[in-house]
């Protein structure tokens, strides 16, 4: 590149803040790891039947499938903000020691193998669990149910919410907090009035990320809750096994998949774009 | 009361009805202060009362005590307005009456009310987000006195305002805490600040701490006219004239006319003080006629050395003037107590401001 047209190029930014220099070599490893992202998705779309699309999405399995995952995925996400705001709440304002290692414990599901997680779920809440005896005089059966797929999500899902709820509630800090207190406002009104929709834009993209992550949820939820049709047997649970028998029913349950994926990533980066107050 | 963490050993008083202003450098303690006073922290040792209620008691032989912020009838208003941003300014207002069990009816009245008092009623439907920044903390102040506190306390209020903003909101608090209409005023009002504005337009005493400690206090202008401390002299060390403001300056209690630059909001023959920087007077040996306004015989009845500069301290009638001339100049009028001398002051070197009381 001449002397000249590199001098034109920083002639079409003028006005632009510089920012520090990149060496060049850099931009080859980037550019090979966005190609690792997108290469999969552009294979993935390109091999769809189009044709056959509706009707493979609406097979009686598929919209048992689709059914069942948006109803596990939604109930999840309600059990993460009613178990993970109070944790966040805990996490952010609390002192008391331990603290740190409570964090790391609640974050754990976060760096687990899902199928470690299910299996973890199953010795806790199966049939033989630690719990087994408790469950049984109470009458509840929850491996290989429904229930068994929310929990499973729900596992791990919640470190998603706990995350962004914690990082929300720092960044908002308390002098608000503070302020309302002083003008006469108990610690529960301080909480459902100040606290609360001050970090209601993080605890919607932490809901948002902890939905798509229940909906994604596949070795979790086949250890701890099987594969039954219309009980346990979510989308990607159907995406796989219908690989071998139908794959283009697969692909088009996949590109549902990831449709839903961009939704809630474009979602959530939109929300973060806006910068929230 | 005392913070050992924070370094902090204080013992004041606020009389019902009256502003103290807390003055320091930063980090003397007046935020560790004010937490305190508020409720917000622990201290490790004293006690805090209000109107004969005891709200902290903690260290000495005794029960503990440690009433809650929101049980305390203290309430706070800092630099930053910290309007909630999803309420409109009238259910901020609002928001405080209705903590302490207000009906919804009576807390909308009274926010409504006091963003009339605070000239702000037309912004009552307005988000936070859409108010400049000294209408924001002017619905913070109404938000503050909505409560009715028992003591109000204003941390570094206009700190974090433009220079327009600043004096509009400063006129606004002089109203509330001053103007003696408003039958809810607080009991008694704490305010830190840096700036010596505040102080003049609004506190009726001072207090200096340094190091965690009282380094001086007594009314306004004995302690701005003649500090004690070094933190006082570096804000004050200004040559402070009360009166009453005229059209183009202000008279003295025994008349003495001093010509100066009035403030917008301060109305003739209200409380005024005229600031000057000793820096900008002239002594002279003798009358030196020509236009500077204000020409004052003084008696000279101390010199004091400053650095490169002498101040020369005299009395003009009861008035008590001085005046900051380098060592050369000093020395060649070979300045003298009991020398009778002229202090020279240019009008545009001179600021009147509103006072409080």
Same mark, same amino acid.
């Given at each position: ?9 920083r ?28 290469v ?7 091999r ?10 609406t ?11 948006l109803?596990?995925?939604?109930a999840?996400?309600? !059990? !993460?903000l009613l178990?993970?705001?109070?944790m ?10 331990g ?11 976060l760096?687990l193998?899902?199928?470690v997680?299910?299996?973890a779920?199953?010795y806790?809440?199966?049939?033989r669990?630690?719990l087994?005896?408790?469950l049984?005089?109470l ?23 706990v995350?962004?709820?914690e990082g929300a509630?720092r960044?908002a ?5 503070r ?9 529960g009104?301080?909480?459902?009035r ?9 605890l919607?993209s ?7 992550r ?25 995406v796989?096994?219908?690989r071998?028998s ?7 349950l996949?590109?549902?998949?990831v449709?839903?994926?961009v939704?809630v ?7 973060e774009g806006?910068?929230?107050? | 009361?005392?913070?050992a963490?924070?370094g ?7 009389p019902?009805?009256?502003?103290l ?7 003397a303690?007046?935020? *560790?202060?004010?937490?305190?006073l508020a ?7 004293g ?12 260290g000495?032989?005794?029960r ?8 305390r ?23 405080g ?16 009310r ?6 702000a ?6 988000r936070p987000?859409?108010l400049?920044g000294?209408?924001a ?8 006195l ?11 209020p ?5 220079? *327009?903003a ?5 006129r ?7 103007g ?5 005023r ?10 010596l ?8 005493r001072v207090?200096?701490?340094q190091?965690?400690r009282?380094?001086e ?5 004995e302690v701005?006219?003649r ?5 006082a ?6 040559v402070?004239?009360t009166g ?10 025994d008349g003495t006319?001093?010509?100066?630059l009035?403030d ?11 600031v ?22 003084v ?5 004091e050395?400053?650095?490169?500069a002498?101040r ?7 008035l ?5 001339v *380098?060592v050369?100049?000093?020395a ?11 202090f020279?002051?240019?009008a545009?070197?001179v ?7």
């Amino acid at each position: 590149m001449s002397r000249a047209s590199r001098a034109g190029r920083r002639e079409r930014r003028a006005g632009e803040p510089v920012g520090g220099a990149l060496p060049a070599w850099v931009h080859v490893p980037a550019a090979a790891g966005l190609l690792l992202v997108l290469v999969p998705l552009v294979a993935i779309v390109a091999r769809v039947d189009w044709p056959r699309f509706g009707e493979l999405v609406t097979s009686p399995s598929s919209l048992a499938a689709l059914r069942l995952s948006l109803l596990t995925a939604t109930a999840s996400t309600a !059990c !993460c903000l009613l178990l993970g705001v109070p944790m966040a709440l805990v996490l952010a304002r609390g002192s008391f020691p331990g603290l740190r290692v409570l964090r790391s414990v609640v974050l754990l599901p976060l760096v687990l193998p899902p199928v470690v997680g299910g299996l973890a779920l199953l010795y806790a809440l199966g049939r033989r669990g630690l719990l087994a005896p408790a469950l049984e005089v109470l009458g509840v059966r929850i491996a290989f149910s429904t229930a068994a797929v929310v929990l499973a999500q729900t596992f791990v899902a919640l470190p998603f919410l706990v995350l962004s709820a914690e990082g929300a509630l720092r960044t908002a800090g308390q002098r608000h907090e503070r302020v309302a207190a002083t003008l006469g406002a108990r610690p529960g009104r301080v909480l459902t009035r100040v606290t609360l929709p001050l970090v209601a834009p993080g605890l919607a993209s932490g809901a948002v990320l902890a939905f798509a992550r229940s909906l994604g949820e596949f070795g979790a939820t086949l250890t701890f809750a099987g594969s039954l049709e219309g009980v346990t047997r979510t989308l990607p649970l159907e995406v796989y096994l219908q690989r071998e028998s139908d794959p283009d029913a697969a692909v088009a349950l996949a590109l549902v998949l990831v449709a839903v994926s961009v939704v809630v990533v474009v979602g959530v980066r939109g929300r973060e774009g806006r910068g929230s107050p | 009361m005392r913070h050992a963490p924070r370094g902090l050993a204080v013992d004041l008083d606020v009389p019902p009805g009256e502003v103290l202003a807390v003055l320091g450098p930063n980090g003397a303690g007046k935020s *560790t202060l004010l937490d305190l006073l508020a409720g917000l922290l622990r201290p490790t040792a004293g006690r805090i009362a209000l109107d004969g209620r005891v709200l902290t008691a903690a260290g000495a032989t005794g029960r503990e005590v440690l009433v809650p912020a929101h049980r305390r009838g203290v309430a706070l208003l800092a630099q930053d307005p910290l309007l909630l941003p999803h309420l409109s300014a009238a259910d901020n207002v609002a928001f405080g009456p209705r903590s302490t069990g207000a009906s919804r009816r009576e807390a909308r009245e009274r926010a409504a009310r006091w963003l009339d008092a605070v000239g702000a009623g037309h912004l009552a439907a307005r988000r936070p987000r859409r108010l400049s920044g000294g209408q924001a903390q002017r619905v913070a102040i109404a938000r503050a006195l909505a409560t009715r506190p028992r003591l109000l306390l204003l941390d570094e209020p206009m700190a974090a305002l433009d220079v *327009t903003a600043a004096p509009e909101v400063r006129r606004v608090l002089r109203e509330v805490l001053r103007g003696g209409q408003h039958p809810e005023r607080p009991g008694g009002v704490v305010l830190v600040t840096h700036d010596l504005l505040d102080v003049l337009a609004l506190a009726d005493r001072v207090a200096v701490l340094q190091d965690g400690r009282v380094a001086e206090r007594g009314d306004v202008h004995e302690v701005l006219t003649r500090p004690r401390s070094a933190f006082a002299a570096g804000i004050a060390g200004l040559v402070l004239l009360t009166g009453r403001a005229t059209a183009d300056g202000l008279r003295t209690a025994d008349g003495t006319l001093v010509a100066g630059l009035v403030d917008d909001g301060c109305p003739p023959g209200g409380p005024a003080v005229a600031v000057l920087d000793p820096a900008a007077v002239a002594v002279h040996a003798a009358d030196p006629g020509g236009s500077p306004r204000n020409r004052w015989r003084v008696t000279v009845t101390q010199l004091e050395p400053r650095g490169r500069a002498v101040r020369v301290r005299g009395r003009h009638g009861p008035l008590e003037l001085f005046a900051d001339v *380098t060592v050369e100049a000093a020395a060649e009028a070979r300045l003298a107590p009991g020398d009778e001398v002229h202090f020279v002051v240019k009008a545009t070197a001179v600021r009147v401001h509103a006072a409080g009381g």
